[in-house]
């Protein structure tokens, strides 16, 4: 059974362009979330993702956009790259309704440069 | 969410019970106290959660105090590979409301 898969794992891009990650959520999953982890400090919510909308946004601004799809996995997109917007960014999955916990991959590291 | 606190880090003998304290002193009657670790350049990997009663899995165990302003994540037997950042998270459980918000955690370092 696979968990929760993202691609790429590594990116390098400059300044001012744009970038899309993938994820593919655990079987079974309908609910997507998607978390920034800057270096040194814990993951940071950005939004969540279920039944094809966003339903909960963290503090990021609009250049930061995603997209669920009818088999449930996510994409991130991040418009006019900042050199702050490198970070290892997380995808995680679960269920929409219980107490069961969200589940992570090991995230795409992105590097601006 | 109520917000926890941890200590920053913390260090644990190889075969030692790890002993990793959490304070949600501002916890709801409706809010579960999950643990997450993060081992190095991974995503974080869920441990176990409760709401009330303590929990063992295969991972670890769980202990709640009775009036639920504190938690102790027990790792019985420490390995040199349950060194990471370990992370006590508390959370609503609803519909709408299903982040996880994350602190600094506690570094715990196994030595062998």
């Known amino acids: 059974d696979a968990g929760v898969t993202q691609s790429p794992t590594h990116l390098i891009k400059t300044r001012g362009q744009q970038v899309t990650l993938r994820c593919s959520p655990k079987s079974g999953h309908d609910t997507v979330s998607w978390y920034q982890q800057a270096l040194g400090q814990g993951p940071q919510f950005i939004f969540q993702?279920?039944?094809?909308?966003?339903?909960q946004r963290g503090n990021f601004p609009d250049r930061f956009s995603g997209h669920q799809f009818p088999n449930y996995s996510s994409e991130l997109n991040v418009n006019a790259l900042l050199l702050g917007d490198s970070a290892l960014y997380l995808c995680?999955?679960?269920?929409?309704?219980?107490?069961?916990?969200?589940?992570f991959g090991d995230g795409t590291r992105l590097s601006i440069l | 969410d109520a917000k926890t606190t941890q200590p920053p880090s913390m260090d644990c003998a190889e075969g030692r019970a790890a002993n990793l304290p959490c304070n949600h002193s501002?916890?709801?009657?409706?809010?579960?106290v999950y643990w997450y670790r993060q081992i190095h350049s991974q995503g974080p990997q869920y441990i176990i959660h409760g709401l009330k009663n303590n929990e063992t899995n295969e991972m670890a165990s769980l202990i709640i105090t009775e009036d639920r302003k504190s938690s102790t994540l027990i790792l019985p037997h420490a390995t040199l590979r349950d060194t990471a950042v370990y992370y006590c998270i508390v959370r609503v459980i609803s519909g709408s409301a299903r982040q996880l918000t994350f602190g600094s955690g506690t570094q715990l370092t196994v030595l062998p």
């Open positions: 501002t916890i709801s009657g409706n809010e579960y």
């Open positions: 993702y279920y039944e094809e909308e966003e339903r």
């Open positions: 995680a999955s679960s269920l929409r309704r219980g107490s069961q916990p969200q589940h």
